[in-house]
């Protein structure tokens, strides 16, 4: 199961700020509820990911008995991080990457 569907093009520079951005706002995430795991841990799991649990073992790591509003946001920021945190099935770039460089490679076609 893939979760990089609609995704935006952008540009590298965009790429490298998202991820940033993306990076803070897991860091506080964790914080806020007392996840026993890292940032480290996080983009481990999405690095190493094979197509099976991966983004469900990410959410797992949040789960304290939330709300649906908080764990609808929590997956929306886990869902940027998928997109813009490299994969080790992509060749170490994000999808994010993977398709920036697909453009363009066809945008003179």
């Not at 690095?47 to 304290?64: K, P, S, V």
């Not at 509003?69 to 099935?89: C, G, K, M, S, T």
């Amino acid at each position: 199961m893939r979760h990089y569907v609609d995704m935006e093009i952008l540009n590298q520079q965009q790429i490298t700020d998202k991820r940033a951005e993306t990076e803070q706002e897991l860091t506080v995430m964790l914080e806020q509820t007392g996840s026993d795991f890292s940032l480290d841990h996080i983009k481990e799991v999405i690095f190493n990911e094979d197509g099976t649990d991966a983004m469900t073992d990410i959410i797992a790591m949040f789960d304290t008995g939330q709300g649906a509003v908080e764990l609808q946001n929590i997956i929306e920021v886990i869902n940027d991080a998928w997109n813009y945190f490299p994969h080790r099935l992509l060749g170490g770039m994000s999808p994010a990457e993977k398709v920036l460089e697909y453009q363009q490679q066809n945008s003179g076609k």
